[in-house]
């Protein structure tokens, strides 16, 4: 009798634990897709979405300090980085991409971040010749990815091309922010929901 009853507390104890871990793991996804079909995501840390031929994934976004050591990098070239005001903030998007179809395919060169009121943000433009993090829209051959493996972009620690935009910190009280990226020769955007 109670070996049997040993038997059921310890189903009752996996059944818990598997649901409490489901629970948990079902908590950390960190960005949302609207207008994507389910089978355009892939396991990991951030979904992959297709746009335009592209399969695109956010490596990391969040907002940059202008006087640290590595964020003043990722401003290289921008003239007033460290003069913001003081209701305003840089914030970084770093985006991978890779044409996975069999033609060649442009990546996206047009990008918007609209909060929940509605104020849309344009990104601040990078000369890619003085900052290396910078993105830059190109044609990619089948399976080429960008940014490429062999720059600075692709071996720094995020791992994506920079898209910086200039956001009002209003945007912390109008959350949750929605990146769009266009579709070259597209007047529709692909929605992201990022994290701030």
């Known amino acids: 009798m109670k070996l049997l009853t040993s038997k059921k507390t310890l189903r009752l104890v996996l059944v818990l634990t598997v649901g409490a871990l489901a629970v948990t793991l079902g908590g950390c996804a960190r960005t949302t897709l609207t207008g994507v079909s389910q089978d355009q995501l892939s396991a990991g840390t951030e979904p992959y979405f297709n746009v335009g031929g592209v399969t ?3 490596q990391i976004s969040r907002q940059l300090n202008p006087f640290g050591t590595e964020d003043v990098q990722y401003l290289s070239g921008v003239q007033g980085a460290q003069d913001l005001d003081a209701d305003q903030l840089w914030f970084g998007v770093f985006l991978w991409a890779k044409n996975q179809s069999k033609q060649v395919r442009d990546s996206a060169s047009t990008f918007a971040i609209v909060d929940s009121e509605g104020t849309v943000y344009h990104p601040t433009v990078l000369n890619a010749s003085v900052n290396p993090y910078a993105w830059t829209s190109q044609p990619l051959s089948q399976n ?4 490429q ?3 600075t972009a692709g071996n720094g620690s995020t791992g994506g091309g920079l898209i910086l935009f200039k956001l009002n910190e209003s945007v912390y009280s ?4 929605t990146l769009e990226i266009f579709k070259p020769g597209s007047a529709k955007p692909s929605k992201v929901s ?3």
């Open 174 to 177: 109008n959350r949750p922010l």
């Open 194 to 196: 990022l994290d701030l």
């Open 149 to 151: 493996p062999d720059t």
């Open 144 to 147: 080429e990815i960008e940014p």
């Open 56 to 58: 695109y994934q956010i």
